[in-house]
């Protein structure tokens, strides 16, 4: 059978639009429209009209990835082309099974359903493609562990692209997986990330590691992450990438030296974190070119298996409506990312996503969008634009997020967040903790994430409360917060073991309008802000911060201030904690004059500044509404009020105190007890049935 059409690229590429309008519909999502043909998305509603998938009758996922058929006929034979292979001009259609052998070249790429295309395992191969990979039937990239598999996007016109809708547009090229197709990125394993046992100098030639990672080959790519103050120079950006010469066990010997110091830092707690190392490199890759960035998308009712996987140079930009400083900007184009799964709902159910860098993307990295049950496992972000991990928000602050219910990140890293321009870059994120329920992060890493007000490592972003388990997850070297939470919460969260360590703004930034967080046994230290900014009160139970250890390390006058509060609430209690290392004192009240006063308690909780340096009211601020104080190992809890006076005991607190009764008798400290891991989890290859 004749299963391609060579002609001139461009005629080639218009029989691709033509072979995929006149395929479109027996295999499609229910509900999804026609092949597009380039048209702007309809007003109001961003992502097309049609459902999303699955189509009705569609067969439930099997419990293991199937067995790839590998005895297909060879891309190189001649004869199953009908005399000649195809050539890079060529919209080539794949109806039945073909091994890819050697390195091709075609205008575009269709494989039907019932038909696959596998790259060869023992070989090192790249298929380029100068339009749309789809996939309705199965495409493998799964190369032994010597071997290097690449798809890629060479001649991608940014540009051209449309962006949103649930189908395949020509003009946007990418890999798309519909209906029921099945991808299987399945490179070797290799240990995401591993952190440094040792103080690391410039100069450098060789890396202690705090553990032997497993797969890292010469060659790789690593990135070593800022560990410096926030008083050092481009503390949140002093990266360095370096190249593996040799790997002995724990030690890697590198190609080059070092240019930046990434000291150890001992945060107390029990935790010392060295800089993480990021390897970069892996043997299967999906990538367009840095001129013209490509995109994944995923809309099979087929889960995918998405392992080990290099995904580079994704999510184009178009040209921005703004300017800044008198030169124009670009902006994210809808739906076209690095890895996106989109509107999938339960068929994503079992999804695993392990082992995956995205790098040097100019969108979003990881978009479980509307997609539920995906979990993302010891994946790395690395020098990518807009939120890395994230999906679509709401259309405007009254209007909730759509949810994803049960995502995992576990062990994953969002390295290096950036935003055009960066003044602009308002409560950018590595980690953005969206709407849905049953979802959770864990031993997590945001580092190097840059932007504006309200940006950080973690976001509870507003209009968009989802219920997370999140523990172990660290946030340092972040050029504003490392927790931004703004949210007008109706349900209980909880951040334990969660420590944040030289971010330039706020350890925690926790704020709007009402909510009931509980935090609870973890460190802040050395962030430049301070360890806490309380802008919200609490709702129901209230907001408290107990068994922490906040350290302002010098960098910071206050290891807490309370700011502007929006609307009057409940009381925020700091509990069972230790302050110390800050400039003035250990906590600042400076609610606002045009908000609501101050309603907190600051109980059992010890303080390593002099004496007197404990509290502190501004005396721009209004009245309290309440501030109860009582000291570790005291029984005596006293008020607070503005007015004159020397204070209790002669302290400069600049306020009255009266005796007071507290809502619960006295406890003694309760200092954190960090339990991380100093490396990412453990992965494997995909296991058939």
Known sequence: MLTWLAAGTAAALGGGVVLRQSLAGADEPAGAAAAQTGTATPAGHPHGTGAPPPAAGSPQPSARPPVLDAGGRKWSDAKGWGGKPPGPGSAVRITDRVVLDADAEVGSLLVEPGGSLVFAADRTLTLASAGNVEVRGVLALAPDAAHTHTLRFPQVDEHRFAGGGMTVVDSDTGLWVTGQGYLRLDGAPRTAWVRAAADLEPGDTALKLAAAPDGWQPGDELAVTPTAPPDTADFSTAYDLVTVARVDGATVTLTGPLRHAHPRVATGGGATFGAEVLNLSRNVRIEGTEQGRAHVHLTSSRPPDVRHAALRWLGPRAAGKDSWDGKPVTEPVLGRYGLHFHMLLDTSRGTVVEGVVVRDTGSHAFVPHASHGITFRGCISHDTWEDAYWWDGPIDTRTPQGPS???????????????????????????????????????????????????????????SEGVWTFERCLAHNNLQNGIFVWLNAEHHHTVTQYAAYHNGGWGIEHGAYLNDFDYTASVLYGNAAGGIAVHALGRDKGTVFDGLLIDAAGQSDYAVTTLKHQLAGEAVTLSRSRLTGYR??????????????????????????????????????????????????????????????PGLAGTPWNA?????????????????ALAFTDRAPGTGRVTTG
């Open 405 to 463: 219910d049960d995502i995992a990140y576990d062990g994953c890293v969002a390295s290096r967040t950036v935003f055009e321009p960066n003044p602009r870059a308002y409560r950018l994120t590595g980690f953005s903790l969206g709407a849905g329920t049953g979802s959770s992060a864990r031993d997590c890493v945001a580092v190097g994430v840059q932007g504006a007000t309200g940006a950080s490592g973690y976001e509870w972003p507003e209009t």
């Open 656 to 672: 009255t105190t009266t005796p007071a009764e507290a809502p619960v008798p006295p406890r003694p400290v309760a200092l954190p």
């Open 584 to 645: 003035k004192a250990g906590v600042a009240f400076r609610a606002t004059g045009d908000g609501k006063p101050d309603d907190i308690a600051v109980l059992d909780c010890a303080f390593g500044g002099p004496a007197g340096s404990e509290l502190w009211l501004d005396p721009d601020a209004p009245d309290p509404a309440r501030i109860l104080f009582r000291p570790a190992g005291q029984t005596q809890t006293v008020a607070l009020g503005k007015g004159g006076g």
